[in-house]
């Protein structure tokens, strides 16, 4: 009965570590990278509607941009796998040399201060990549230990 009781203060924190357990065990990466250009495809159809010249002016499609990282997010943990991983940074950083490659050599493009701006976009991914490792770990020894 105790042990029962415990549980509900439990559940946040297993719900938090089960979002990374239950995803990489049954990681499909085949069908994820099958799954990944449907997102690009659908943010190079967005993208196609901004002008050209507004490529680099994030305002004009951080909208898209922010549909596209949901996309990724939702078809990742879909098949199983957890968001963000190298291959999904892959994929991203592919999807950026396509659309920005040319804003960081022209800088007059930018109407704004972009750092402040990009920089986050891709940075807390890969923080949380190393955050995800972290916990990925963390599992493994777990569930070794209870096996
Ligand atoms: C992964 O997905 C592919 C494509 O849908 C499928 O052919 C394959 O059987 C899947 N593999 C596993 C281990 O589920
Ligand atoms: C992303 O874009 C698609 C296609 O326009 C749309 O159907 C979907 O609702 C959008 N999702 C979000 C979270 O904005
Ligand atoms: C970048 O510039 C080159 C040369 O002007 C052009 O061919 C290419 O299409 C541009 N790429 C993008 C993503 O705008």
């Known amino acids: 009965m105790q042990t029962r009781a415990q549980w509900p203060h439990l559940l946040p924190l297993l719900l938090l570590l089960c979002g990374g357990c239950t995803c990489v065990c049954g990681c499909n990466e085949t069908e994820m990278l099958q799954r990944l250009p449907l997102c690009g495809k659908a943010f190079a159809d967005m993208m196609h ?13 951080v909208v898209y941009y922010n549909n596209f990282t949901l996309c990724t997010e939702e078809e990742t943990i879909d098949v199983g796998c957890y ?41 807390v991914p890969i923080l949380l990549t190393f955050a995800m490792a972290g916990l990925v770990t963390w599992h493994n020894k777990c569930s070794g230990g209870r096996l």
């Not at 509607?49 to 499609?61: A, M, N, Q, Y």
């Not at 999807?95 to 960081?104: A, G, L, M, P, Y």
């Open 49 to 61: 509607k901004v002008d050209v010249w507004k490529w680099c002016d994030l305002p004009e499609f």
């Open 83 to 123: 968001w963000p991983n190298p291959l999904i940074q892959d994929f991203i950083i592919g999807i950026h040399q396509q659309f920005f490659s040319n804003c960081t050599v022209d800088r007059t493009h930018w109407e704004d201060p972009p750092d402040e701006v990009l920089i986050p976009l891709i940075v």
